[in-house]
């Protein structure tokens, strides 16, 4: 039963360049989340995705930055332009339709650690 | 501000002495998640409390849920080296959406 993917792990953009993250959810999971985490820093919500749909995109800053999750294939996290500040390690979740228990529980991808040079 | 402090920051142990880390928000959650990662990897659950004063047990490791469902706990019992990890809290705000709010989490390291 295999696990949330994420590809590529490691990722090198020079500034300018565009970024593409990409999130394979757990087989049965229809809910997508997006995090990043800088050094030093605790895991913040981008956006939350469901098949489709963009659900909450608050944590996602306005520009260069977009998601989809088409109704086939993965999930996209997709920086444009991007620079320095970008560096980050960028996680993607996923949860089971129908939140019955109200439990939020959600299962993390190993990430894709992005650097810009 | 950090909606979720999480303390102590930093934890260094030897091998079977016990511990416990804190997770305390001024707000109340629906649920709060438990979880441990390690140096290049995803965070993996551990445990979710739901029920205010609930207690959850994972072999030497206890997780408990405030009465007020604002604060939470973990203590290791008998700490071993393979416990050594980064300790992450996150919690679904009452009334949010589902997206997780994390503490900045405890890193714990156990000497042999």
């Known amino acids: 039963n295999a696990g949330v993917m994420q590809n590529p792990r490691h990722l090198v953009r020079r500034r300018g360049q565009e970024a593409r993250l990409r999130c394979s959810p757990m087989?049965?999971?229809?809910?997508v989340y997006w995090y990043r985490q800088l050094p030093e820093e605790g895991l913040k919500f981008m956006v939350y995705l469901q098949k489709e749909n963009i659900i909450d995109e608050s944590g996602m800053p306005k520009e260069r930055f977009s998601a989809e999750f088409p109704k086939e294939g993965p999930s996209i996290l997709r920086i444009q332009q991007v620079v320095r500040g970008d560096s980050a390690a960028y996680f993607c979740?996923?949860?089971?339709?129908?939140?019955?228990?109200?439990?939020?529980?959600?299962?993390f991808g190993p990430g894709t650690r992005l650097t810009v040079t | 501000t950090q909606l979720l402090e999480q303390s102590p920051q930093f934890l260094s142990i030897q091998e079977g002495e016990n511990l416990t880390v804190y997770c305390n928000s001024s707000s109340v959650f629906s649920s709060l998640q438990w979880y441990r990662q390690e140096p290049g990897e995803g965070p993996v659950l551990l445990v979710t409390v739901v029920t205010g004063g609930e207690v959850k047990k994972l072999k030497r490791l206890t997780f408990q849920f405030g009465d007020a469902r604002k604060d939470s706990s973990l203590h290791i019992t008998a700490a071993q080296t393979g416990d050594t990890g980064l300790y992450l809290c996150a919690g679904s705000r009452q009334g949010g959406s589902e997206k997780l709010v994390f503490g900045k989490g405890t890193k714990l390291t156990v000497n042999p």
């Open positions: 087989k049965g999971h229809s809910h």
């Open positions: 979740a996923s949860s089971p339709p129908g939140h019955l228990l109200k439990t939020y529980e959600q299962y």
